[in-house]
């Protein structure tokens, strides 16, 4: 098992084993704070900003005082949008993966109720709702709060802006009163200090200021991008700028090694760091960045801690942190000594909720940028590969190697030719591996693509053209037709950028819904499915007029 400063805060070893799974190697401060006071049943105010690690704080103790044999409800956390609910619950599965009969889960509007009504009839220890469900399942008697012992209030402040205190109240007066009430909070108000006094018994507070971004000089930016192609976009990205040295970070020990290893047989200079390693093998990578034996240094928070190294020119957030406070740690290695430098931060899935919540922290703007397609890498490297080579004739002895190019010269082969022969052989290994795609009915040089979203999901002309431009950098001279219909569209892409569009694009979002794409299909085979069908369709017809209950009224008729 993974070792950390979570086994000084008197957590049990399925806790901890769950807690290194998930790659945190240290407790956060709210943590360190917030975990022995509520492992104690005392009342907690927690000030602290989203991504600080709270969930955390009260989950870890709130699991470990659970009574796993009791199948009744224990625990209520009430949560102001049904996304945090969501997040929450999901943190909370992952702590509990070592803990037997622990059950827990989310409920929220939006969500069919009779699918909660079932899922809640098989016992759950632990809710975690949003306050108008929560007083639904009360009000239908579908939860019993007699024996919570346990209440959180989670972005409490939030709650209350929404105007949710009269719900919390109406919650609180079905609870006992002899329970434990834990409230997190970026902000104290007035209001809240009231809710305290009247519900909270001597509450414990645990305050936790962030810093501010002082990092004015790094130019900030991310990519939207599906979690197996994030290689794939720092290669292309280290590829294009050439940087002398550049910190990658994630958030596990295991992601850290992964990546090297990867990196490594991709030909780049790389190393990592993480905890794991001796304080020998931890100077030795030390040593070979500073001096410039390795460019790229894959690490986690905790290992880089103390890094003050020159010249780093670029940060990438390969895995968004799990600490607000790491992005500001993260970047403020970059744009050093009055340069400037950049940070990258690769959002998958969800993550882009984190970001949103690393904005407001930092008070600063991350903007979106298009990821660069492979073409524009290709042509870089060319111009790289051509100066490199300008650099040899100008600084190597080639005189072998001008003897053998003037005896073809004398078989009356051109010297342009030789080159250009030479060239082409070399470059060929740089070119984009084309997916053969098969016959999609497009216009010559096209590939025609499939795509589930339509008119009726707000699909237009200029969301299609942006949303490809931003995650695969293709412009609208690579883009051929696009038709679009009610429910779904087709889009014809240039045939060597095809393989790239399909790879970056397939199931990912477009205006915050799932886009599936696919290759089309031939015309004339969707044209003898839809003949098929219209056939079937007669003969059913047919059948229904020859039997004696024909009844030309009959609701399935004319289905």
Do not use: W
């Amino acid at each position: 098992m993974e070792q950390s400063d979570f086994k000084d805060l008197n957590i049990s070893p399925e806790i901890q084993k769950a807690v290194a799974d998930m790659g945190f190697e240290e407790a956060t401060p709210i943590q360190k704070l917030s975990i022995p006071k509520i492992l104690a049943h005392k009342d907690v105010i927690g000030q602290a900003q989203t991504g600080t690690g709270k969930t955390a704080a009260f989950g870890i103790p709130l699991l470990q005082n659970i009574n796993s044999k009791n199948k009744n409800l224990q625990a209520i956390i009430l949560c102001p949008t049904r996304e945090l609910a969501i997040q929450v619950a999901e943190e909370l599965r992952k702590l509990s993966a070592y803990l037997h009969n622990i059950n827990v889960i989310p409920i929220y509007g939006g969500q069919p109720i009779e699918r909660q009504i079932k899922a809640l009839t098989k016992g759950v220890q632990i809710i975690i709702g949003t306050p108008g469900r929560v007083m639904d399942h009360i009000d239908r008697k579908t939860i019993d709060l007699s024996q919570v012992s346990t209440v959180i209030l989670d972005e409490a402040d939030e709650m209350l802006d929404m105007g949710f205190r009269e719900d919390i109240e109406y919650i609180l007066e079905d609870i006992p009163y002899e329970r434990q009430f834990l409230l997190f909070s970026a902000t104290l108000p007035k209001e809240i200090m009231q809710l305290t006094r009247r519900y909270q018994n001597n509450p414990e507070v645990v305050k936790i200021t962030h810093h501010e971004l002082t990092t004015p000089d790094v130019e900030q930016k991310y990519f939207e991008v599906k979690e197996d192609m994030k290689l794939e976009l720092l290669s292309r990205i280290l590829d294009l700028n050439h940087f002398e040295l550049s910190l990658v970070f994630c958030n596990t020990k295991r992601k850290v090694d992964k990546l090297v290893s990867h990196l490594q047989i991709r030909g780049y200079l790389a190393d990592g760091l993480h905890g794991d390693l001796t304080q020998n093998q931890r100077d030795r990578v030390m040593h070979k960045f500073k001096n410039g034996n390795i460019d790229i240094l894959v690490a986690t928070d905790v290992a880089a801690r103390g890094i003050d190294v020159s010249g780093v020119e670029a940060v990438f957030n390969y895995d968004i942190p799990n600490d607000n406070e790491y992005y500001v740690h993260r970047i403020g290695r970059t744009g050093r000594a009055g340069k400037t430098g950049k940070a990258y931060s690769f959002v998958s899935g969800r993550e882009i909720y984190q970001l949103r919540d690393i904005q407001r922290y930092a008070k600063t703007k991350i903007e979106q940028a298009p990821i660069p397609s492979l073409s524009t890498v290709n042509e870089v490297k060319k111009d790289n590969f051509i100066d490199q080579l300008k650099n040899k004739i100008e600084t190597e002895d080639i005189s072998k190697e001008i003897y053998v190019i003037e005896k073809l010269v004398e078989e009356n082969y051109t010297s342009i030719d030789i080159a250009a022969t030479l060239l082409k052989e070399i470059m060929r290994e740089n070119k984009p591996n084309e997916e053969e795609f098969g016959n999609t009915e497009a216009h010559d040089g096209f590939v025609r693509f499939f795509m589930s979203l339509g008119r009726k999901q707000g699909i237009n002309i200029t969301v299609i053209l942006n949303s490809i431009y931003e995650k695969t950098g293709l412009n609208g001279r690579q883009v051929g037709n696009i038709d679009i219909f009610d429910n779904f569209s087709f889009v014809e892409i240039a045939k060597e950028h095809a393989s790239d569009f399909y790879r970056f694009m397939a199931d990912t979002y477009i205006e915050n819904k799932r886009l599936h794409l696919e290759p089309a299909r031939p015309r004339d085979k969707e044209n003898k499915n839809n003949k098929k069908r219209i056939k079937n369709k007669k003969r059913f017809k047919k059948n229904n007029r020859a039997s004696k209950n024909f009844n030309p009224h009959r609701k399935d008729y004319n289905k």
